[in-house]
Protein backbone atom coordinates (compact mmCIF):
# COMPACT_ATOMS: atom_id res chain seq x y z
CA UNK A 1 0.00 0.00 0.00
CA UNK A 2 1.46 3.36 -1.30
CA UNK A 3 -0.16 6.44 -0.06
CA UNK A 4 0.63 9.68 -1.02
CA UNK A 5 -0.18 12.75 1.12
CA UNK A 6 0.42 16.34 0.39
CA UNK A 7 -0.08 18.97 2.72
CA UNK A 8 0.35 22.60 3.99
CA UNK A 9 3.36 24.97 4.26
CA UNK A 10 1.88 26.10 7.36
CA UNK A 11 2.60 24.43 10.22
CA UNK A 12 -1.28 24.99 11.73
CA UNK A 13 -2.93 23.51 9.04
CA UNK A 14 -0.17 20.61 8.32
CA UNK A 15 -0.53 19.68 12.07
CA UNK A 16 -4.32 19.60 11.87
CA UNK A 17 -4.48 17.54 8.74
CA UNK A 18 -1.96 14.89 10.77
CA UNK A 19 -4.94 13.15 12.03
CA UNK A 20 -5.82 11.84 8.28
CA UNK A 21 -2.18 10.40 8.44
CA UNK A 22 -2.75 8.61 11.80
CA UNK A 23 -6.20 7.17 10.64
CA UNK A 24 -3.96 5.59 6.84
CA UNK A 25 -1.94 4.24 9.06
CA UNK A 26 -4.42 2.58 11.45
CA UNK A 27 -6.52 1.73 8.68
CA UNK A 28 -3.82 0.24 6.55
CA UNK A 29 -0.83 -1.37 8.77
CA UNK A 30 2.24 -1.99 6.54
CA UNK A 31 1.47 1.28 4.49
CA UNK A 32 4.44 3.51 2.94
CA UNK A 33 3.68 7.49 3.39
CA UNK A 34 5.30 9.65 0.78
CA UNK A 35 4.49 13.02 2.88
CA UNK A 36 4.47 16.71 0.94
CA UNK A 37 4.85 19.55 3.42
CA UNK A 38 6.66 22.69 2.93
CA UNK A 39 9.93 22.99 5.18
CA UNK A 40 8.50 24.67 8.37
CA UNK A 41 6.28 21.88 9.16
CA UNK A 42 8.72 19.01 8.01
CA UNK A 43 10.19 18.18 11.43
CA UNK A 44 6.75 17.40 12.40
CA UNK A 45 6.50 14.47 10.16
CA UNK A 46 9.70 12.91 10.14
CA UNK A 47 8.87 10.07 12.51
CA UNK A 48 5.81 8.67 11.24
CA UNK A 49 5.06 5.26 11.37
CA UNK A 50 5.97 3.71 7.28
CA UNK A 51 7.59 7.02 6.22
CA UNK A 52 9.76 6.29 2.55
CA UNK A 53 9.82 9.87 1.72
CA UNK A 54 9.74 13.20 2.62
CA UNK A 55 9.28 15.57 0.10
CA UNK A 56 9.71 19.61 1.20
CA UNK A 57 8.15 21.55 -1.63
CA UNK A 58 9.71 25.21 -2.28
CA UNK A 59 7.75 27.41 -4.34
CA UNK A 60 9.28 28.31 -7.66
CA UNK A 61 8.23 31.32 -10.55
CA UNK A 62 5.28 30.32 -12.65
CA UNK A 63 3.92 27.59 -10.16
CA UNK A 64 6.83 25.14 -11.44
CA UNK A 65 7.20 23.44 -8.60
CA UNK A 66 4.48 20.95 -9.22
CA UNK A 67 5.88 20.42 -12.32
CA UNK A 68 8.83 19.24 -10.58
CA UNK A 69 6.81 17.28 -7.84
CA UNK A 70 4.98 15.97 -10.59
CA UNK A 71 8.34 14.31 -11.98
CA UNK A 72 9.25 13.35 -8.82
CA UNK A 73 5.88 11.10 -8.06
CA UNK A 74 4.96 10.14 -11.55
CA UNK A 75 6.51 6.64 -11.86
CA UNK A 76 5.02 5.64 -8.91
CA UNK A 77 1.76 3.90 -8.96
CA UNK A 78 -0.58 4.99 -5.71
CA UNK A 79 -2.89 3.35 -3.98
CA UNK A 80 -3.90 6.58 -2.62
CA UNK A 81 -3.23 9.75 -3.61
CA UNK A 82 -4.32 12.78 -1.22
CA UNK A 83 -3.58 16.42 -2.00
CA UNK A 84 -4.87 18.93 0.82
CA UNK A 85 -3.55 21.87 -1.38
CA UNK A 86 -6.45 21.46 -3.75
CA UNK A 87 -3.91 21.50 -6.89
CA UNK A 88 -4.57 19.08 -10.18
CA UNK A 89 -1.38 17.42 -9.94
CA UNK A 90 -3.26 13.79 -8.77
CA UNK A 91 -5.12 13.85 -12.22
CA UNK A 92 -1.78 13.54 -13.97
CA UNK A 93 -0.93 10.86 -11.08
CA UNK A 94 -1.48 7.11 -11.64
CA UNK A 95 -3.83 6.07 -8.32
CA UNK A 96 -6.63 3.83 -7.39
CA UNK A 97 -8.01 6.48 -5.07
CA UNK A 98 -7.58 9.74 -5.20
CA UNK A 99 -8.33 13.31 -2.62
CA UNK A 100 -8.51 16.37 -3.23
CA UNK A 101 -9.25 19.19 -0.93
CA UNK A 102 -10.57 21.84 -3.08
CA UNK A 103 -13.17 23.29 -0.84
CA UNK A 104 -13.23 24.88 1.77
CA UNK A 105 -16.17 25.89 4.44
CA UNK A 106 -15.53 28.45 6.48
CA UNK A 107 -18.44 27.68 9.03
CA UNK A 108 -16.79 24.22 10.42
CA UNK A 109 -13.57 23.48 11.90
CA UNK A 110 -10.96 22.23 9.55
CA UNK A 111 -10.66 19.34 11.27
CA UNK A 112 -14.05 18.49 10.93
CA UNK A 113 -14.12 19.14 6.86
CA UNK A 114 -10.93 17.17 6.47
CA UNK A 115 -13.02 14.27 8.35
CA UNK A 116 -15.83 14.71 6.01
CA UNK A 117 -13.39 15.24 3.07
CA UNK A 118 -12.38 11.67 3.83
CA UNK A 119 -15.74 10.32 5.04
CA UNK A 120 -13.62 9.98 8.17
CA UNK A 121 -15.59 9.51 11.69
CA UNK A 122 -14.61 10.00 14.96
CA UNK A 123 -13.31 13.52 13.36
CA UNK A 124 -9.57 12.47 12.59
CA UNK A 125 -7.47 14.35 15.74
CA UNK A 126 -4.16 15.91 14.99
CA UNK A 127 -1.46 13.27 15.92
CA UNK A 128 2.42 14.09 16.65
CA UNK A 129 5.35 11.23 16.26
CA UNK A 130 7.64 12.16 18.03
CA UNK A 131 11.46 10.28 17.98
CA UNK A 132 13.26 9.26 21.06
CA UNK A 133 16.37 11.68 19.79
CA UNK A 134 13.73 14.87 20.22
CA UNK A 135 12.66 13.36 23.84
CA UNK A 136 16.01 13.03 24.83
CA UNK A 137 16.63 16.47 23.78
CA UNK A 138 13.56 18.01 25.51
CA UNK A 139 14.54 16.18 28.89
CA UNK A 140 17.62 17.93 28.74
CA UNK A 141 15.72 21.31 28.38
CA UNK A 142 12.84 21.12 30.53
CA UNK A 143 12.58 20.11 34.42
CA UNK A 144 10.94 17.92 35.30
CA UNK A 145 10.68 18.54 39.10
CA UNK A 146 8.51 21.01 38.82
CA UNK A 147 5.22 22.94 37.07
CA UNK A 148 6.18 24.60 33.55
CA UNK A 149 3.67 27.26 31.76
CA UNK A 150 4.36 26.89 28.11
CA UNK A 151 3.78 30.97 26.04
CA UNK A 152 3.77 31.16 22.87
CA UNK A 153 3.75 34.79 22.51
CA UNK A 154 4.69 35.26 18.47
CA UNK A 155 2.38 34.75 15.18
CA UNK A 156 2.76 35.20 11.85
CA UNK A 157 1.22 38.32 11.42
CA UNK A 158 1.47 40.83 13.76
CA UNK A 159 -2.70 41.76 13.84
CA UNK A 160 -2.76 38.26 15.96
CA UNK A 161 -0.25 39.50 18.21
CA UNK A 162 -1.55 40.05 21.46
CA UNK A 163 1.11 42.20 23.04
CA UNK A 164 3.95 40.56 24.34
CA UNK A 165 3.99 42.06 27.37
CA UNK A 166 1.06 41.11 28.50
CA UNK A 167 2.03 38.00 27.97
CA UNK A 168 4.47 38.11 30.85
CA UNK A 169 1.97 39.68 32.98
CA UNK A 170 -0.05 37.24 32.78
CA UNK A 171 3.30 34.47 32.90
CA UNK A 172 4.48 36.29 36.50
CA UNK A 173 0.73 36.60 37.85
CA UNK A 174 -0.18 32.20 37.07
CA UNK A 175 3.23 31.64 38.49
CA UNK A 176 3.08 33.82 41.68
CA UNK A 177 2.90 32.56 44.94
CA UNK A 178 -0.78 33.67 45.06
CA UNK A 179 -1.32 32.18 41.61
CA UNK A 180 -2.79 28.72 40.28
CA UNK A 181 0.43 27.50 39.13
CA UNK A 182 2.71 29.13 42.41
CA UNK A 183 6.42 28.94 41.57
CA UNK A 184 6.28 27.50 38.19
CA UNK A 185 8.95 27.56 35.17
CA UNK A 186 8.00 29.67 32.53
CA UNK A 187 9.05 27.99 28.62
CA UNK A 188 8.45 30.92 25.90
CA UNK A 189 8.31 29.44 22.37
CA UNK A 190 8.74 30.61 18.99
CA UNK A 191 10.67 30.25 15.67
CA UNK A 192 14.49 31.78 15.85
CA UNK A 193 13.10 34.73 13.24
CA UNK A 194 10.73 35.43 15.81
CA UNK A 195 13.34 36.56 18.62
CA UNK A 196 12.61 40.48 18.46
CA UNK A 197 8.56 39.96 18.45
CA UNK A 198 9.22 38.07 21.71
CA UNK A 199 11.84 40.41 23.42
CA UNK A 200 9.19 42.70 24.95
CA UNK A 201 8.68 39.23 26.90
CA UNK A 202 11.48 38.10 27.78
CA UNK A 203 12.87 41.30 29.07
CA UNK A 204 10.61 41.00 31.82
CA UNK A 205 10.90 37.16 32.83
CA UNK A 206 13.50 36.43 35.36
CA UNK A 207 16.39 34.34 34.10
CA UNK A 208 15.95 31.98 37.03
CA UNK A 209 12.74 31.28 36.38
CA UNK A 210 12.70 31.03 32.24
CA UNK A 211 12.93 28.35 30.13
CA UNK A 212 14.15 29.91 26.54
CA UNK A 213 12.69 27.64 23.66
CA UNK A 214 13.21 30.24 20.77
CA UNK A 215 14.69 28.92 17.75
CA UNK A 216 14.43 25.13 18.89
CA UNK A 217 13.68 22.59 16.16
CA UNK A 218 10.14 22.61 15.56
CA UNK A 219 9.90 18.24 16.69
CA UNK A 220 12.08 19.23 19.73
CA UNK A 221 9.99 22.23 20.93
CA UNK A 222 6.58 19.64 20.27
CA UNK A 223 8.62 17.39 22.88
CA UNK A 224 9.00 20.27 25.22
CA UNK A 225 5.35 21.66 24.65
CA UNK A 226 4.58 18.10 25.72
CA UNK A 227 5.89 17.88 29.23
CA UNK A 228 4.19 21.43 29.88
CA UNK A 229 1.13 21.63 32.30
CA UNK A 230 -0.21 24.74 30.33
CA UNK A 231 0.23 26.08 26.74
CA UNK A 232 -1.43 29.61 26.21
CA UNK A 233 -0.15 31.48 22.92
CA UNK A 234 -1.32 33.54 19.83
CA UNK A 235 -3.22 31.73 17.33
CA UNK A 236 -0.54 30.11 15.14
CA UNK A 237 1.02 27.12 14.32
CA UNK A 238 2.41 25.95 18.07
CA UNK A 239 -1.14 26.54 19.60
CA UNK A 240 -2.05 23.45 17.04
CA UNK A 241 1.54 21.97 17.96
CA UNK A 242 0.26 21.90 21.81
CA UNK A 243 -3.01 20.93 21.48
CA UNK A 244 -2.12 18.00 19.44
CA UNK A 245 0.78 16.98 22.34
CA UNK A 246 -2.21 16.44 24.48
CA UNK A 247 -1.01 19.71 26.60
CA UNK A 248 -4.03 21.84 28.30
CA UNK A 249 -4.19 24.57 25.69
CA UNK A 250 -5.84 27.92 25.75
CA UNK A 251 -5.68 29.88 22.10
CA UNK A 252 -5.78 33.51 21.89
CA UNK A 253 -7.98 35.07 19.00
CA UNK A 254 -9.32 38.41 17.51
CA UNK A 255 -8.67 38.80 13.77
CA UNK A 256 -8.97 34.94 12.98
CA UNK A 257 -11.94 32.48 13.73
CA UNK A 258 -11.33 30.18 16.65
CA UNK A 259 -14.50 28.46 14.87
CA UNK A 260 -12.49 27.72 12.07
CA UNK A 261 -9.40 27.29 13.94
CA UNK A 262 -9.51 27.32 17.37
CA UNK A 263 -7.00 24.48 19.11
CA UNK A 264 -8.55 21.13 18.46
CA UNK A 265 -9.88 19.00 21.56
CA UNK A 266 -11.39 18.68 24.80
CA UNK A 267 -8.30 19.52 26.78
CA UNK A 268 -8.66 23.07 24.77
CA UNK A 269 -10.24 26.40 25.31
CA UNK A 270 -10.37 29.39 23.59
CA UNK A 271 -10.81 33.12 24.48
CA UNK A 272 -10.59 36.38 22.16
CA UNK A 273 -11.36 39.73 21.82
CA UNK A 274 -14.58 41.41 22.81
CA UNK A 275 -15.12 41.66 18.98
CA UNK A 276 -15.61 38.95 17.01
CA UNK A 277 -14.09 38.07 13.79
CA UNK A 278 -16.21 39.24 11.71
CA UNK A 279 -16.58 42.36 12.91
CA UNK A 280 -12.87 42.90 12.89
CA UNK A 281 -12.19 41.84 9.34
CA UNK A 282 -14.87 43.93 8.02
CA UNK A 283 -14.83 46.80 9.72
CA UNK A 284 -13.89 49.99 7.73
CA UNK A 285 -10.79 50.58 7.48
CA UNK A 286 -9.24 47.07 8.37
CA UNK A 287 -5.64 46.75 6.89
CA UNK A 288 -4.64 43.21 6.44
CA UNK A 289 -1.35 44.40 5.35
CA UNK A 290 -0.65 46.00 9.08
CA UNK A 291 1.18 44.15 11.55
CA UNK A 292 -0.21 46.43 14.00
CA UNK A 293 -1.85 44.36 16.89
CA UNK A 294 -5.84 43.86 17.11
CA UNK A 295 -5.99 41.96 19.77
CA UNK A 296 -4.91 45.18 22.38
CA UNK A 297 -8.98 44.90 23.87
CA UNK A 298 -8.07 41.44 25.04
CA UNK A 299 -7.67 42.41 28.53
CA UNK A 300 -5.19 40.12 31.19
CA UNK A 301 -7.53 39.56 33.52
CA UNK A 302 -10.07 37.81 30.57
CA UNK A 303 -6.93 35.35 29.69
CA UNK A 304 -5.73 34.74 33.51
CA UNK A 305 -9.69 33.84 33.85
CA UNK A 306 -9.89 31.47 30.73
CA UNK A 307 -6.51 29.49 31.59
CA UNK A 308 -7.32 28.94 35.13
CA UNK A 309 -10.74 27.73 34.06
CA UNK A 310 -9.47 25.53 32.18
CA UNK A 311 -6.42 24.41 34.71
CA UNK A 312 -9.13 23.90 36.98
CA UNK A 313 -11.58 21.63 34.79
CA UNK A 314 -8.52 19.83 34.32
CA UNK A 315 -7.89 19.10 38.07
CA UNK A 316 -10.92 18.38 38.86
CA UNK A 317 -11.25 15.71 36.24
CA UNK A 318 -13.36 17.48 34.29
CA UNK A 319 -12.39 19.04 30.55
CA UNK A 320 -12.02 22.12 28.35
CA UNK A 321 -14.58 23.39 26.51
CA UNK A 322 -14.76 21.04 23.34
CA UNK A 323 -13.02 22.22 20.22
CA UNK A 324 -15.32 19.12 18.33
CA UNK A 325 -18.17 21.33 17.14
CA UNK A 326 -20.88 18.74 16.00
CA UNK A 327 -21.16 18.30 12.46
Known amino acids: ?41 APLFESVPGLERLIIINKLPLHTHWLRLWGMLATTSWDIACDLRGSAITSFL ?25 NIEPWPSPTLWISDADRKVAKSLMPYDGAVLAIGPTANWG ?3 WPPDRFAALALQVTAADGFLPGARIAVLGAASERSMAQPFLREIPSERLIDLIGQRLSIAAACIKHANLYVGNDSGLMHVAAAAGTLTLGLFGPSSEVRYGPWGRHCATVRT ?3 FKEIVLADGFDH ?13 TVYTALEKLNSKANNGGEGEPSERPA
Not at 3 to 32: E, N, Q
Not at 289 to 301: F, K, R
Request: aromatic share 4%; glycine share 10%.
Open 159 to 161: GKQ
Open 1 to 41: MKILFITATRIGDAVLSSGLIAHFAKKYPGARFTIVCGAPA
Open 94 to 118: LTRNRIVGAHRDETVHRVIELGRLT
Open 274 to 276: PKG
Open 289 to 301: TSHQSLMEDLSID
